[in-house]
Each structure stands twice: as C-alpha cells, then as structure tokens.
T-cell receptor
C-alpha cells in the first residue's frame, strides 16, 4: 500500500503564482523524494531530503520536511506553464531497499 | 547517454498471450525496478533487483516474472496476459543497491493493452 499521500489531488493556478503540494506518510523514513511526471513521459527526480534535514532548495523549488508530523511540502515559486505536470512524493524507510510512491498531485499552470 | 531504455513503447495483446517488456540501462546502476501506473493508483512496485542475479517481489508481483542476468538488463515477463494487466509499465534504476537514498532514473514507459 502507498506510504505517501499527496494533497491536493489536483491544483490549478495562474502563471506567476506559487504552487504548494503536500505529502503525508505513515511510518518513519530515511528520506523523502519528489518527482515530476509530464504527460506521457517517465518520472523525473526533482529533489531528495533526508530525515535529518528540515528544508532544501533547488532553483524555484523549496521542499520542507516535518518528521514529527510525518509530512513534507513542495513549493514551486513563480510557476510557469511548463511546470504543468503530476508531482509525486516517494519515501524510503530503513531496512528496505524499496521506494514507495504516493498517488500524485496533478498541477495545471494556466498561461 | 541513453539512460533507461524501454521497449516496446506500445503493445496490444490478447488475453492469454505472453510477452516480455525490455528494460536496459547504460549507467552501470545496481538497483533496477519495475512499476505499473494505473489511473488513481499512483506507481506500484512489481519486482526489483539489487544486483545481477538477485531479484525480489514488490507490492503487486502476481502474473509477472523477472530475471537479472546482467547489470544492464532487467526484462519483465507477462506469463499469461489478463485484462487487469492493462497499464503503463515503467522501469527505473538507481546507482546503489537501494532505491531509498538515491534518485531513481525512469524510462518513458511501455503502454500495454490486453484485450
């Protein structure tokens, strides 16, 4: 079963606005990853945040991790139409080689 | 670099037929995995491998078989196709023998329809 669950399931915003997506998970983790999937394509890795990190930045992306609340958020600032995609969180936990994906948030950025 | 290459990109099968989905990576990655993606279900792990000669089951392994005879290749076999196996299949790889602490590199998928 899915470990991470993204919220909201779908998000529609205007170009230039910020987009925030959330991920909640159930058990302790080693790290959390965010991926993007454009329509008809494979997933592309965006950012990895470890359990001892609270915040990480990459360009217009900002990821936070709150292990006490078992949640993470992905913020995309100054969104562009090209950011239109589905975004997935994935968690890895100690003792397991596997990565478990959530169901994703579908982001639409309107020009 | 080609990265992760999946073939074929599209396939239509009849119920009961068998076929092999191919996956190859040229990055000398140790970990390889197969996922299926269905609407509203996200990605679910079918099988994975932490190195040549080692495979293990994921969340939804029934009806699928894998082998890993080389580091580069990780084929997925459908033994007797069923309509419930209609899905998009993704192969992924990562550098170390664990997916949890390394970015995974994905292929562009195989879209499979079972009639």
């Amino acid at each position: 079963s899915q470990q991470g669950e993204e919220d909201p399931q779908a998000l529609s915003i205007q170009e230039g606005e910020n987009a925030t997506m959330n991920c909640s998970y159930k058990t302790s983790i080693n790290n959390l990853q965010w991926y993007r999937q454009n329509s008809g394509r494979g997933l592309v890795h965006l950012i990895l945040i470890r359990s001892n990190e609270r915040e990480k930045h990459s360009g217009r992306l900002r990821v936070t991790l709150d292990t006490s609340k078992k949640s993470s958020s992905l913020l995309i600032t100054a969104s562009r139409a090209a950011d239109t995609a589905s975004y997935f969180c994935a968690t890895g936990k100690g003792g397991s080689e596997k990565l478990v994906f959530g169901k994703g948030t579908k982001l639409t950025v309107n020009p | 670099n080609a990265g992760v290459t999946q073939t074929p990109k599209f396939q239509v099968l009849k119920t009961g037929q068998s076929m092999t989905l191919q996956c190859a990576q040229d990055m000398n990655h140790e970990y390889m995995s197969w996922y299926r993606q269905d609407p509203g279900m996200g990605l679910r792990l079918i099988h994975y491998s932490v190195g040549a000669g080692i495979t293990d089951q994921g969340e939804v392994p029934n009806g699928y078989n894998v082998s890993r005879s080389t580091t580069e290749d990780f084929p997925l076999r459908l033994l007797s196709a069923a309509p419930s196996q209609t899905s998009v299949y993704f192969c992924a790889s990562s550098r170390t023998p664990t997916a949890r602490d390394q970015p995974q590199h994905f292929g562009d998928g195989t879209r499979l329809s079972i009639l």
